[in-house]
């Protein structure tokens, strides 16, 4: 049988994991385009969440030939490790091409 609680406890959990993941890139590199989250895991006995994001930022600078294809910006992946009160312990670079098949 489906509990009804523990899926309305998690789905809560998420919701405050997500706000405390864009406020923090919001805070660090201003508000972003696009924002979503990619992936969520949970470690340290599940005392802490590993949440990869992404967002996509404009090029400040385009070059030659980026504006040739019309590409205005790419898509940045973060990952953080946010402890079960909101607080963001960490962030560092991502890239889906890390992943091991």
Same mark, same amino acid.
């Given at each position: ?9 998690? =789905?809560?959990?998420?919701? =405050?994991?997500?706000? %405390? =993941? ?5 805070? !660090? ?7 979503? &989250? ?24 385009? @070059?030659? !030939?980026?504006? !040739?294809?019309? *590409?205005?910006?790419?898509? &940045?992946?973060?990952? *953080?490790? &946010?402890?079960? @009160?909101?607080?963001?312990?960490? &962030?560092?670079?991502? %890239?889906? =091409? %890390? *992943?091991? *098949?």
């Amino acid at each position: 049988m489906i509990d009804e609680a523990k899926i309305k406890a998690s =789905a809560k959990e998420f919701k =405050a994991m997500e706000q %405390s =993941a864009k406020q923090f890139i919001t805070e !660090l590199f201003g508000k972003q385009e696009q924002f979503q &989250i990619e992936e969520v895991s949970r470690a340290g006995r599940g005392k802490t969440w590993i949440v990869t994001v992404s967002y996509f930022q404009k090029h400040k600078s385009p @070059n030659d !030939l980026q504006k !040739l294809m019309g *590409l205005t910006g790419s898509r &940045i992946y973060k990952q *953080l490790t &946010i402890q079960e @009160n909101g607080t963001v312990l960490g &962030i560092s670079n991502w %890239s889906p =091409a %890390s *992943l091991t *098949l």
